[in-house]
Structures are given as C-alpha cells and as structure tokens.
C-alpha cells in the first residue's frame, strides 16, 4: 500500500510544462540509459537485463518507461525498488 502511495505521488507530482522538460534532460534517451546503468550496478547484471527490470516496473506501475527512468536518475524511486523481482503469476 505504501509503495502504490508513493506511486501515485511521482505520478501526480508537479508535472513541468512540456517545453520545460528539455531543460531538464536535453537529451533524449539519457536518463534511460542512466537508469539503466544504475539498475545494473545495483543488481550486478548486464544492461539488458538492467532494462529488462526498468521496462517490467514501467509496466506493471502503468508509467511511462522514461518517467520511470527520470524517477530512478533524480533519486525520487530508489533502484533497489525496480531491482525487486516481479510478482509471478499463479499458474
């Protein structure tokens, strides 16, 4: 429950007029390569497994995978968050 609090927090937080947000990440694709690297450091895995954990919390958040990625850059959700492994399904 806390953590979907917290969820719901990033995703009604001040948002940035659209034009404001090339200010903060001119480029890009950057913070999702640096979510990425950070996710992999944490884990001690390679990078495709890095985004594969990155897009899998993206999707079972219902975010967007760049705004998780800015998420996990501005320190806002922690990387051991999207570093948990996903619920699996009951079979």
């Known amino acids: 429950v806390e953590e979907r609090r917290e969820l ?36 001690n895995c390679d990078i495709e497994v890095a985004f594969g954990r990155l897009r899998a919390y993206a999707r079972n958040h219902n975010l967007r995978l760049t705004e998780v990625a800015q998420h996990v850059v501005d320190g806002s959700l922690g990387v051991e968050q999207v570093n948990l492994p996903s619920p699996q399904p009951i079979h």
């Open 8 to 43: 719901s927090d990033l995703r009604h937080s001040e948002k940035l007029p659209s034009r404001a947000h090339h200010l903060v990440d001119p480029t890009p694709g950057k913070s999702e390569e640096s979510a990425k690297g950070r996710i992999a450091q944490n884990a």
